[in-house]
């Protein structure tokens, strides 16, 4: 099955609102949960991460909550802007068979409209 | 080189044909990741060295694909008689170290259109 689970698919805001993408996990042992950003036609860039050892991270208009004992987080956009549209994926670090590996959740079309 | 380099940018063959995607890593990252991104999906972990060793190939989608890498730089990544569902997005990124000390830099990724 999946190991990381992200949702909604798309999120549709007016500029100025907030924006809140939730992704779950099922490895218990994950301890690195980054986001990335893929603008239309682009790479994909991190924008934000979180370690297992912090509840939450903030940069300005963006945070990361992390809950370890339901295996989610979550990534908050606050007055967002057109340039915020784009498409977001969270990740986690998940065990395989040998080591771990960054598993991607589907991604969240964002769509900010002035 | 300044970013991840890969190569090709583009790359239509036919069905049957053996494809080669180049990954040209920036200079000092020691991991290096493959990923696949298909329409409307999200990145699809495939493989991941550190150095040249691969500690982990249960993502590759099948025995058709293969990856190597070696004196720890550049990766390969070889499809074998290619299928339609092949079609995607190759998506390289490589590290300073392995992913959980920090940020993953992607390439521009290699369009794989299989006709």
């Known amino acids: 099955g999946e190991n990381v689970e992200q949702h909604p698919s798309t999120l549709s805001v007016q500029e100025g609102d907030s924006a809140v993408i939730k992704c779950t996990y099922s490895?218990?042992?994950?301890?690195?949960f980054p986001w990335y950003k893929q603008e239309l036609g682009k790479r994909p860039q991190l924008i934000i991460d979180i370690r297992s050892n912090v509840g939450e991270k903030k940069d300005q208009r963006i945070a990361v909550t992390l809950n370890k004992t339901a295996k989610h987080f979550s990534l908050h956009i606050t007055e967002t802007q057109p340039e915020d549209s784009a498409v977001y994926f969270c990740a986690a670090s998940i065990g395989r068979q040998a080591g771990t590996a960054l598993i991607f959740g589907k991604g969240t079309t964002l769509s900010v409209s002035s | 080189g300044a970013g991840v380099s890969q190569s090709p940018s583009n790359k239509v063959t036919e069905k049957g044909k053996d494809v080669e995607l180049r990954c040209d890593p920036i200079s000092g990252h020691t991991a290096l990741y493959w990923y696949r991104q298909s329409l409307g999906q999200g990145l699809e972990f495939l493989i991941y060295?550190?150095?040249?060793?691969?500690?982990?190939k249960s993502g590759l989608p099948s025995d058709r694909f293969s990856a190597e890498r070696t004196g720890g730089s550049v990766s390969t990544l070889t499809i074998q008689r290619t299928q339609q569902e092949d079609s995607a997005v190759y998506l390289c990124?490589?590290?300073?170290?392995?992913?959980?000390?920090?940020?993953?830099?992607f390439g521009e990724g290699s369009r794989l259109t299989v006709l």
């Open positions: 490895d218990s042992a994950s301890n690195y």
């Open positions: 060295f550190q150095g040249n060793s691969a500690p982990d």
């Open positions: 990124a490589s590290s300073l170290l392995g992913f959980n000390t920090g940020e993953l830099f």
